[in-house]
């Protein structure tokens, strides 16, 4: 009976939402944190290019560090900034009091990220930082916090209401650190000339890696490439064609200048004309499509399709460099 009694007081369970309640929701919480965004935009001042300042002028690391919401913030920003050339290492708070404070070097500069500007956790690195005269600089909600007393710069969010419906969670005003840290990665980014080239480095596997391959990274060179001079019998060059696996040959000058090509389809078309006693400069196509070999292999892929052709020469400063099939570009996972 007892237990019938329990079940039978339990509250019930609040109705659910409707679909359109969900969306209001969502709509909400985005405009919030939109127009968060765009106070804090509207808010950056001399202060964060000092910021910019100390981060480019240190010769260490950049130790990013945040106690809960912050810390997972400060978790991603301390990726983005590795990622885009400045090297950086998150540190937990709470760690770095048990020995973590090793981590950080002559040198550093310090990211650190408290709502409040109160966290507890942090004072152990940043009396590290006053210590060993590292540079600190703080984003916070609160000016006039300790964190602000105390650090070399700081950036302070303006005011703007949290999302959630209690406005007690860290919504916008996390959403404002992420794009905080993403702006000082940017800038940092540009000041120092950050190439995409410098990027594929740390990028090398999956998608992105994929997307930055050039293609002087996949494509054929040297004694694969099929060549022939002008005045060559198609004899001769068949079997270089062949030997090559290319389904092409360019048929060049002197100076190795491409002056055309000679493909499956013009052998198709030269079939009735003794083909074999033929020179490659009578059965070639001239003033073929060419690429150069800093392109972006997904840009030799669209010419490919556009042009409905399997095979590119690759050019550069006017003569033939390499050669890219639409093959090479499938093995390496550009599509």
């Known amino acids: 009976m007892a237990k019938e009694n329990k079940a039978a007081e339990a509250p019930a369970k609040p109705e ?11 709509r909400r919480v985005l405009g919030l944190e939109a127009d968060g965004l765009a106070a804090l935009a509207s808010s950056l001042d001399g202060d964060f290019t000092k910021a910019i300042d100390l ?10 560090t945040g106690m809960g919401k912050s810390g997972h913030v400060a978790h991603k920003v301390a990726s983005t900034l590795s990622s885009t050339g400045r090297p950086a290492l998150f540190v937990h708070p709470a760690e770095a009091s048990h020995g973590d404070l090793g981590m950080l070097e002559e040198g550093d500069a310090v990211l650190a990220y408290s709502n409040s500007g109160e966290t507890p956790e942090l004072s152990d690195i940043i009396a590290y930082t006053r210590r060993f005269k590292l540079a600190l600089v703080a984003v916070t909600s609160r000016a006039g916090s300790t964190i602000t007393s105390q650090a070399d710069v700081s950036i302070v969010l303006p005011a703007a209401e949290e999302a959630c419906a209690i406005g007690m969670a860290p919504t916008t005003s996390t959403t404002m650190m992420m794009a905080l840290g993403d702006a000082i990665a940017v800038a940092l980014m540009e000041r120092r000339g950050f190439t995409a080239d410098d990027f594929k480095q740390r990028h090398p596997g999956g998608k992105l890696g994929k997307l ?3 293609v002087s990274d996949i ?5 694969d490439l099929p060549l022939a001079s002008p005045d060559e019998t198609m004899a001769n060059a ?11 040959i360019g048929v060049v000058d002197g100076s190795r200048r491409l002056l055309g090509i000679v493909t499956d389809g013009d052998l198709r078309r030269h079939m009735a004309d003794n083909l074999l006693r033929l020179s490659a400069a009578e059965v070639m196509t001239a003033n073929p499509k060419t690429i150069r070999s800093t392109a972006l292999a997904s840009e030799a892929v669209q010419v490919m399709n556009e042009m409905q052709i399997t095979s590119l020469f690759v050019v550069d400063d006017g003569k033939v460099s390499g050669a890219l099939h639409i093959h090479d570009c499938l093995r390496a996972g550009v599509v």
Do not use: C, E, W, Y
């Open 238 to 248: 068949l079997v270089t064609m062949t030997q090559k696996s290319l389904g092409v």
């Open 55 to 64: 981060f480019d002028a240190a010769a260490g690391r950049i130790i990013v």
């Open 219 to 223: 494509m054929h060179t040297g004694n």
């Open 212 to 214: 930055l391959l050039k």
């Open 16 to 26: 659910r939402q409707s679909a359109s309640a969900d969306l209001a929701t969502a």
